[in-house]
């Protein structure tokens, strides 16, 4: 299967870099599926969004993402977030409670992308 060198960076930390199968990302254009040989393109990340890493080792690693954006060369997929948490590090727990009860809107819509993200690992 075909690969791109990838990367995941937020503001905080860099969380990966490696070889990518495939990327999916929810952009304000919609949620777009990158594969290697895509064209190049520019296209900014919707905050409280996911995205899905597929990597040339076969893992599928799944992110929450706040904002930020997505960009295609022919060479490398960089997804450069505002903030990024994994979805295997989200304690689904404390993320129910407070996209139930905090009264801090952010906060709510963070803990919202936090529970789709691990929706989506726990998805084939």
Do not use: C, Y
Not at 87 to 105: M, Y
């Amino acid at each position: 299967m075909a690969e791109i060198a990838a990367q995941l960076v937020s503001v905080e930390r860099a969380l990966w870099v490696g070889t990518a199968t495939s990327v999916i990302a929810q952009t304000t254009e919609g949620e777009i599926g990158v594969l290697p040989g895509h064209e190049p393109m520019l296209g900014q990340l919707v905050d409280n969004g996911v995205v899905i890493i597929r990597t040339g080792e076969g893992d599928k690693l799944v992110a929450a993402v706040q904002g930020g954006f997505l960009s295609v060369s022919s060479e490398k997929i960089t997804i450069l977030a505002d903030s990024a948490s994994w979805a295997s590090e989200v304690n689904e727990a404390d993320a129910q409670r407070r996209a139930t009860e905090s009264s801090d809107e952010r906060e709510k819509a963070i803990a919202e992308s936090e529970l789709r993200a691990v929706k989506r690992l726990q998805e084939k």
